[in-house]
């Protein structure tokens, strides 16, 4: 594993995905009304068609993409062995992770909060960054990603390069 490789590309992935991810935020914030803390949800309104169909066109595209340039990246580098290509797919998601919860969940909701804030949910305690977090920021990224998502990103990874 080529660990120069692996850093740079999981901080570039970090910045694409997040950077990405922001951008759709503040164009569409009640598209992203189902991945928010549960206090927000209840109090917002239901997705539309049209915005889960905003949504799935952009999201498991870039996911797909994410996969595929990472096992690309991963097998160019010269790296070999199932190991080696498992832990190459899991840090790079792990940056992608430690940059939506630095990134996006504390530093870039606080400082757009009014510009994705959903009509209806202004209310909620929830925004607050204290408890954004503790209602959905750790227990996602440090739970979520680190034992179920990255873990799969790793296995893709091994399939990825094994072909």
Not at 27 to 53: D, H, V, Y
Request: glycine fraction near 8%.
């Amino acid at each position: 594993m080529v660990w120069s490789r692996v850093i740079l590309d999981g901080i570039c992935m970090s910045l694409i995905f997040n950077l990405l991810v922001g951008l759709m935020w503040v164009l569409t914030p009640t598209t992203f009304s189902q991945m928010l803390p549960k206090g927000i949800r209840a109090r917002t309104p239901k997705r539309t068609k049209k915005e889960k169909i905003i949504l799935a066109s952009w999201l498991y595209p870039t996911y797909i993409c994410m996969f595929v340039y990472i096992a690309i990246s991963t097998h160019l580098s010269g790296t070999t062995g199932v190991w080696n290509y498992f832990w190459s797919g899991y840090i790079i998601m792990f940056f992608v992770n430690l940059g939506d919860f630095f990134g996006l969940d504390w530093f870039f909701r606080s400082k757009v909060k009014e510009k994705i804030m959903i009509p209806g949910t202004e209310e909620c305690k929830e925004w607050n960054t204290k408890e954004w977090m503790f209602s959905l920021g750790l227990v996602e990224h440090w739970i979520l990603w680190p034992f179920i998502v990255c873990p799969l990103v790793g296995l893709i990874t091994v399939g990825l390069c094994s072909l």
